[in-house]
């Protein structure tokens, strides 16, 4: 059972900048490919970027160049670095680790709100 524990989400104004964590229960970058997603009322949940275990990166076209995933195999802790925040940047995002169908977990969850 793979645990994921977000954070770093809170208000912060448009343009601003805000860092999230995703601290994983065990060594698993190196057989999962690390995401996240996000997910606003009304709406369904949608990638943001992805991490696979060789390091290739993969970002939706609506962050590409604001947001930046990065890991720190060490700490067992995958990073999203969102910069030039948006209003509709406002979501509740998702830490995921994948692999296959049966190995497939998801955080709790961290609340991003930007201001206008």
């Known amino acids: 059972q793979v645990q994921l524990v977000e954070s770093g989400g809170g208000l912060v104004q448009a343009g601003g900048s805000l860092r999230l964590s995703c601290a994983a229960s065990?060594?698993?970058?190196?057989?999962?490919?690390m995401g996240w997603y996000r997910q606003a009322p009304g709406n369904q949940r949608e990638l943001v970027a992805t991490?696979?275990?060789?390091?290739?990166?993969n970002y939706a076209d609506s962050v590409k160049g604001r947001f930046a995933i990065f890991r720190d195999t060490a700490r067992n802790t995958v990073y999203l670095q969102m910069d030039s925040l948006k209003p509709e940047d406002t979501s509740t995002y998702y830490c995921?680790?994948?692999?296959?169908?049966?190995?497939?977990?998801w955080g709790e969850g961290t609340l991003v709100t930007v201001s206008s």
């Open positions: 995921n680790a994948y692999r296959t169908v049966r190995f497939n977990y």
């Open positions: 065990g060594s698993i970058f190196s057989i999962a490919t």
């Open positions: 991490i696979t275990t060789g390091g290739s990166t």
